[in-house]
């Protein structure tokens, strides 16, 4: 009975302080916003490239080192993890944010739109947190924040991951989580589960999540064609690649449409770049064109690589040219599995932190994250975050649906600041019931 009743008190005691925790955060919020928000527009009128976040991680570092928390810098080149260290004997969970911008030209119009420009694979081109990767970075900044005031009470340790590259690392450097995991993060801080977020066009502050595989494994392609540079005026006098090309695009169309069954089996195949020619009258020797291949089976995926391999080889030998096939290039990101029994124990916490605004979805998305490599690794929860601005795209709010609101990758994707403090608290609130429940 004695025993019995201990329990009781226990379970009562760490749900107590948890409930403390979350109430001294929601009276935090007034005074912690403004300071997310301003390291938003900084770190969004800043940004930087994959493996290049060297101001936006030195911005991460120095703040949470005037936080008093333990952080470990230069990690798969320009990558931080913070420790904060709790009051009591505990587990160890993770919460992790991309830090990389993307090679977009902004055209929001926002007073704190990006300027920057760059160069990116051999071209001149602006640079935009057009995937809200600026948000991640000021969310966890300001969850640590208040974690760290308040870090006596936790039992057991946060570890907060800053990753670089999560779009895809520069082809010859590697980077990203893969490169975090294998210079021995989880190794030495031992974390037992990672929570991680995306702020994408859903209605300003649902949060959504999808049990199981959430997002597909993404894989870049590149397809090279030479054929024989000749003049403008005397196309029979050459071999126009610029033609093969075309032909290869319109038949790449085919493989999902086509020939390949996808009742069951999500695919995309998409072309991203087309490159051939220096001037208006010469029909040159080379052309490549590279994209992205979305799946989440992998027996699909390799049915698809023979297939792009045979549509090449049959539209060289029609066309004379030469053609060659690579497949993940710059790597390769898994399906994005989010574990069951995370997103059943966690769902009421996320519904809190977004006042019921709150869904688990069915159908996974297309969409691509190498956080997926940290949750092979351990038990993950990846979920997303509504930043429309209020009113917008309401019609079109359910998971994974399109609106008539700009989305991730568009040169006008805005985030509207008062979805933030849904993902502070969120990533807040995680921590505190992941560490109370274990």
């Known amino acids: ?22 109430d001294e955060m929601s009276s935090s919020l007034k005074s912690l916003m403004p300071k997310v928000i301003e390291w938003r527009h900084d770190i969004h009128e800043f940004p ?36 904060i260290k709790g009051g009591k004997p505990g587990p160890t969970v993770a919460l992790r944010a991309d830090m990389d911008a993307l090679p977009v030209e902004e ?57 670089p590259a999560e779009e895809g690392p520069p ?9 975090m995991l294998e210079e021995g993060i989880f190794e030495r801080y031992q974390p037992e589960a990672i929570f991680g977020l995306h702020v994408t066009n859903m209605p300003n502050g649902l949060i959504a999540v999808k049990p199981g595989p959430a997002m ?21 006098a050459g071999i126009d690649p610029i033609m093969a090309t075309a032909e290869l695009i319109q038949s790449l169309n085919t493989v999902v449409s086509r020939r390949i069954n996808i009742i069951n089996n999500p695919a995309v195949i998409s072309v991203g770049i087309v490159e051939a020619g220096t001037r208006n009258n010469i029909i040159p020797e080379d052309a490549m064109i590279m994209g992205t291949i979305r799946t989440f089976d992998p027996e699909l ?42 997103v059943k124990k966690y769902s009421s916490t996320l519904k809190e932190a977004s006042n019921g605004k709150f869904m688990i979805s069915d159908v996974p998305t297309t ?32 998971f994974n649906r399109r609106s008539d609101v700009a989305g991730n990758h568009s040169p006008y994707f805005i985030v509207d600041d008062e979805a933030l403090d849904e993902g502070v608290k969120a990533m807040s609130f995680l921590a505190i019931d992941y560490l109370k429940n274990n």
């Not at 600026?134 to 907060?160: P, R, S």
């Not at 082809?171 to 490169?179: I, R, S």
């Not at 090279?224 to 000749?230: C, T």
């Not at 994250?369 to 359910?398: C, H, T």
Request: charged share 20%.
């Open 216 to 236: 597909a494994a993404a894989s870049a392609y590149r397809i090279s064609i030479k054929g024989k540079q000749a003049h403008g005026s005397a196309p029979w």
């Open 171 to 179: 082809e010859d450097e590697g980077g990203g989580a893969k490169m």
């Open 107 to 163: 055209k929001t119009g926002l007073p704190y739109a990006s300027k920057v420009r760059t160069t990116y694979l051999g071209n001149d081109v602006g640079v935009m947190h057009a995937c809200g990767h600026d948000a991640h970075v000021a969310i966890l900044m300001g969850a640590a924040e208040f974690l760290a005031k308040h870090k006596e009470q936790l039992e057991g340790n946060i570890m907060l991951i800053f990753q």
């Open 367 to 398: 969409g691509a994250e190498d956080f997926s490599y940290f949750s092979q690794e351990i038990p993950g929860m990846y979920f997303y975050l509504g930043v429309n601005r209020p009113g917008k795209g309401e019609a079109s709010g359910e």
């Open 48 to 83: 930087e490239l994959s493996n290049r976040e060297f101001r936006t991680s030195k911005k991460v570092a120095d703040h949470l080192e005037s936080l008093g928390i333990e952080i470990e810098t230069g990690i798969a080149y320009t990558g931080v993890v913070g420790i």
């Open 1 to 22: 009975m004695k025993y019995r009743l201990s329990i009781i008190l226990f379970f009562l005691a760490c749900s107590l302080w948890a409930d403390d925790l979350r």
């Open 301 to 342: 995926r390799s049915e698809i690589y023979s297939e792009i391999e045979q549509l090449a080889e049959g539209v060289a030998v029609g066309t004379g040219t030469t053609i060659n096939v690579e497949f993940d290039v710059g790597g390769f990101f898994p399906v994005t599995y989010n574990q069951e029994d995370l």
